[in-house]
């Protein structure tokens, strides 16, 4: 089973991931740890993409592309959670030969519903492990103990490059124009539940426990 979480950014699908993953088994898959990866150990993939990241905008598709195929055939045989990917109709048709060519098919999409005045709170006050990419909030979804990873214990809580004002508005103007498309393009297949992202963690986990345990 393939399971997207498809919606704007800081809408919450990295924090649900985290746990729904280890709690379903589920190969998870995120573009955007992957590229920051990169750009961490600046690696010359992640040289190339830093500045698109930083600015907000998308690397080229063919980059993306190259850097999910490589993830995907890289995990065990089992079912699959993708986050971030994908972001423009191309990626997903792009997809479909992908999994096409492997006898998969996409299980469901949850597309995780938020304002975009509730996406600017969330992102403006994210902090991000800088070992292992888990999410936090300064006030809606602390670490257990003050700066630690809940995860990995790490102590380094971080801002990440893109939670700035300004980029933010460029993600979510980048978003409506080349990803909402791709919403419509899986709602015409009849492969998209949409759920409400604005409600407090647990709440939105419950949901999506739900839709899985639907689809299995
Ligand atoms: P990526 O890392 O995928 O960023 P994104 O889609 O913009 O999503 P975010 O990580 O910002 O948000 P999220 O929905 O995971 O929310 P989170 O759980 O953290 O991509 C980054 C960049 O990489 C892109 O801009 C692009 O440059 C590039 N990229 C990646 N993939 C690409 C692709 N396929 N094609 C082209 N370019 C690509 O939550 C946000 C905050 O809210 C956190 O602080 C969290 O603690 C808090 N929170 C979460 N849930 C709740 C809740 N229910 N209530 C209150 N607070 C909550």
Do not use: W
Not at 170 to 178: P, Q, V
Not at 180 to 194: D, H, R, W
Request: hydrophobic share 40%; net charge negative; proline share 5%.
């Amino acid at each position: 089973m393939i399971f997207i979480f498809f919606g704007p950014p800081g809408s919450g699908k990295g924090t649900q991931a985290q746990t729904l993953s280890q709690h379903f088994h589920l190969n998870y898959i995120a573009t955007g740890n992957l590229l920051r990866a990169e750009v961490a150990a600046a690696t010359n993939l992640g040289l190339k993409v830093k500045s698109y990241i930083d600015a907000g905008h998308f690397p080229p598709d063919t980059i993306i592309m190259d850097v999910f195929r490589s993830a995907f055939e890289s995990k065990p045989d089992g079912d699959f959670l993708l986050d971030g990917i994908p972001r423009t109709l191309n990626q997903a048709k792009l997809l479909d030969v992908l999994f096409e060519n492997m006898n998969l098919k996409i299980t469901r999409v949850v597309d995780f519903d938020l304002s975009t005045e509730a996406v600017e709170d969330r992102i403006l006050g994210r902090l991000s492990c800088s070992a292992c990419g888990a999410t936090y909030h300064k006030t809606f979804n602390p670490p257990k103990v003050s700066g630690v990873c809940d995860f990995c214990g790490e102590h380094a809580l971080v801002s990440r490059s893109d939670d700035q004002k300004d980029v933010i508005k460029e993600r979510l103007a980048i978003y409506s124009l080349e990803t909402l498309p791709v919403l419509e393009y899986y709602k015409g297949q009849g492969i998209v539940t949409s759920i409400d992202a604005s409600l407090p963690p647990e709440k939105v986990g419950e949901a999506i426990v739900k839709i899985i345990e639907e689809s299995r």
